[in-house]
Structure formats: structure tokens, C-alpha cells
Nanobody, 112 residues
Framework: QGKLVESGGDLVQPGGSLRLSCAASGFPFSTYAASWYRQAPGQERAFIARISYSGYSRDYADSVKGRFTISRDNGKNTVYLQMNSLKREDTAVYYC?????WGQGTQVTVSS
């Protein structure tokens, strides 16, 4: 049974940075693209970023382009989301996804 576990969420001030991690287990993670999504209170889950299985191809939502960077380490079965220049509107629960699996989410709160 596959599993994804996110970590790294925290309370951060506007303009700050965070790096989220998502550790995969129980399935061949290196053969799947991986994605990050987020869900703010009262809103639907929204796509943030996607990285191909090899890491060579990356896509971003317009709202985070230039501020967030997705990366992966297939040797560690982990996908990362580096978030810079954080804004209050980035506050949400962040989820990773690969194959048919989803993590449980990690809370990011941007507030002064």
C-alpha cells in the first residue's frame, strides 16, 4: 500500500520562506510524476506545481510562478516545495500527490 507523508508546514511571516517535504513509500515513486496542491479555508483544492518522474519537466500555477520551486530526490523518494516570498493568501493546507495517492496535508500559515 502506497503512502505519502508531508512535513514542513509552519507559521511564517509575510515575505518569509518555507520548504515542504513529501516522503513516499510502498510504490515505485520514481516512475510517477508528483504534484503539490493546496486548500484554503472555504475553497476547493487547487493545483500548485507538478514535476515529471525524471524531474526535468515542471509546471506551476500562475499564482506561485517565480516564488515556489518544486523538486524531487528519487533516491530519497521525496518531493519538495520551496516557497519563497510568502503572502497571506498562501495560507492553506498543502497536499502532495503521486500515482493515486495523497498525503494527509501540512498546514502553512502566513501571518504577522
Amino acid at each position: 500500500q502506497g503512502k505519502l507523508v508531508e512535513s514542513g508546514g509552519d507559521l511564517v511571516q509575510p515575505g518569509g520562506s518555507l520548504r515542504l517535504s513529501c516522503a513516499a513509500s510502498g510504490f515505485p515513486f520514481s516512475t510517477y510524476a508528483a504534484s503539490w496542491y493546496r486548500q484554503a479555508p472555504g475553497q476547493e483544492r487547487a493545483f500548485i506545481a507538478r514535476i515529471s518522474y525524471s524531474g526535468y519537466s515542471r509546471d506551476y500555477a500562475d499564482s506561485v510562478k517565480g516564488r515556489f520551486t518544486i523538486s524531487r530526490d528519487n533516491g530519497k523518494n521525496t518531493v519538495y516545495l520551496q516557497m519563497n516570498s510568502l503572502k497571506r493568501e498562501d495560507t492553506a493546507v498543502y497536499y502532495c500527490s503521486a500515482s493515486q495517492y495523497w498525503g494527509q496535508g501540512t498546514q502553512v500559515t502566513v501571518s504577522s
